[in-house]
T-cell receptor, first 114, second 113 residues
Framework: NAGVTQTPKFQVLKTGQSMTLQCAQDMNHEYMSWYRQDPGMGLRLIHYSVGAGITDQGEVPNGYNVSRSTTEDFPLRLLSAAPSQTSVYFC?????????????FGNGTRLTVT | SQKIEQNSEALNIQEGKTATLTCNYTNYSPAYLQWYRQDPGRGPVFLLLIRENEKEKRKERLKVTFDTTLKQSLFHITASQPADSATYLCALDGGGATNKLIFGTGTLLAVQP
């Protein structure tokens, strides 16, 4: 099993450009989420999904869109990149919710916005 | 709002010693707490989960305690090895049936040979 796969690994954008960060999992997990990790701050939840067709906002959703058309894929879209979105982005999945479902993380996308 | 604190200073210990990492939280009563390991350039990897009604959980050389009165969890690695060097993150459940987690900033552990 590949687990959680994120692409690309690195990306440089200019302010105002748009892009999509890809995330795919092959574990048939219902729950998927996007976090960003910045120096001196813990992982912060951007958006999450509890199943295909269902998404909701996390702690820091502004400037990001998501959709969940299939169980496997959960792309994160930056509509108009800003320098404040420079970060490392992690996608995670779990079988369900609660204390029997730890998160499985991808290896991240390092995004720089100039 | 919920707040999680982990020691931001790196913890340096000698190989063979026990490493103890601390996670304190405020303004919350989590149903469970999780510990993850993160290596440079990689995503976090789940290690252990402990529930609010459990005092202690063990897995091989790892031990986690959970004191809901002190609002603190301790993470121990016994007989530490250089390969244990990494950043360790604690995370609290964010409530609700959504698996939202609130993460601490992590503590970097360096085990010297």
């Amino acid at each position: 099993n590949a687990g959680v796969t994120q692409t690309p690994k690195f990306q440089v954008l200019k302010t105002g450009q748009s892009m999509t960060l890809q995330c795919a999992q092959d574990m048939n997990h219902e729950y998927m989420s996007w976090y960003r990790q910045d120096p001196g701050m813990g992982l912060r939840l951007i958006h999450y999904s509890v199943g295909a067709g269902i998404t909701d906002q996390g702690e820091v959703p502004n400037g990001y869109n998501v959709s969940r058309s299939t169980t496997e894929d959960f792309p994160l879209r930056l509509l108009s990149a800003a320098p404040s979105q420079t970060s490392v982005y992690f996608c995670a999945s779990s079988y369900g919710a609660g204390d029997n479902s730890p998160l499985h993380f991808g290896n991240g996308t390092r995004l720089t916005v100039t | 709002s919920q707040k999680i604190e982990q020691n931001s200073e790196a913890l340096n210990i000698q190989e063979g010693k026990t490493a103890t990492l601390t996670c304190n939280y405020t303004n919350y009563s989590p149903a469970y707490l999780q510990w993850y390991r993160q290596d440079p350039g990689r995503g976090p990897v789940f290690l252990l989960l402990i529930r609010e009604n459990e005092k202690e959980k063990r897995k091989e050389r790892l031990k986690v305690t959970f004191d809901t009165t002190l609002k603190q969890s301790l993470f121990h690695i016994t007989a530490s090895q250089p390969a244990d060097s990494a950043t360790y993150l604690c995370a609290l459940d964010g409530g609700g049936a959504t698996n939202k987690l609130i993460f601490g900033t992590g503590t970097l552990l360096a085990v010297q040979p």
